[in-house]
């Protein structure tokens, strides 16, 4: 069965800092990998996708992840962080295009001035 | 982008009565929708999916004669929680797909059963 782990509950970072968010997956067959942020009581929004081809994605506001299946991985990167950056981000794995979403448990991410 | 929307974005019921919870795609049809439900600071977890016109999957765990869902049409699925009880108190969030595509979410829904 396909799991997700974010390594990291919470994330305290200061403005205009780089920051990385973890996750690994674990799954025995291709994967569609996801990355969406969720502000308070909102749902979520998509930041980047990875289906296929380039290893690197970049996604919006600033945000780009990476790859890596020999680790299992597919960390959330970015290299300077605004305080309206602060926000949940959760990690998100698929075995079908349009299929069910396995979320990992979120990261919160906190940015201070 | 594809919009979904959520209606009730926020609902309080007594104990025992039953809740429905809309979602709808608006600009978009919507043959694959899915039901989530969020604790607080907790991840999503799938409850079910539902396809147009055909009866809903369940996940394991989720009770299908107290979690109704419906699909009735392209652009909307409604969830009914029903006889609800203190521990049904969530953050319920549906998102839709059109065929095999992206999963676009709607806003969420906060129940709060008293």
Request: charged content about 15%; hydrophobic content about 35%.
């Amino acid at each position: 069965a396909q799991s997700v782990t974010q390594l990291d509950s919470q994330v305290p970072v200061f403005e205009e800092a780089p920051v990385e968010l973890r996750c690994n997956y674990s799954s025995s067959v291709s994967v569609y990998l996801f990355w969406y942020v969720q502000y308070p009581n909102q749902g979520l929004q998509l930041l980047l996708k990875y289906l296929s081809g380039s290893t690197l994605v970049k996604g919006i506001n600033g945000f780009e992840a990476e790859f890596n299946k020999s680790q299992t991985s597919f960390h959330l990167r970015k290299p300077s962080v605004h305080i309206s950056d602060t926000a949940e981000y959760f990690c998100a794995v698929s075995d079908t295009w349009g299929g069910k979403l396995i979320f990992g448990q979120g990261t919160e991410l906190s940015v201070k001035p | 982008g594809a919009v979904v929307s959520q209606h009730p974005s926020r609902v309080i019921c007594k104990s025992g009565t039953s809740v429905k919870i809309e979602c709808r795609s608006l600009d978009f049809q919507a043959t694959t929708m899915f039901w989530y439900r969020q604790f607080p600071k907790q991840s999503l977890m799938l409850m079910a999916t539902s396809n147009e016109g055909s009866k809903a999957t369940y996940e394991q765990g989720v009770e299908k004669d107290k979690f109704l869902i419906n699909h009735a049409s392209l652009t909307l699925s409604t969830l009914t929680v029903t006889s609800a009880h203190p521990e049904d108190s969530s953050f319920y969030i549906c998102s839709a797909s059109a065929g095999l595509n992206e999963q676009f979410f709607g806003p969420g829904t906060r129940l709060t059963v008293l």
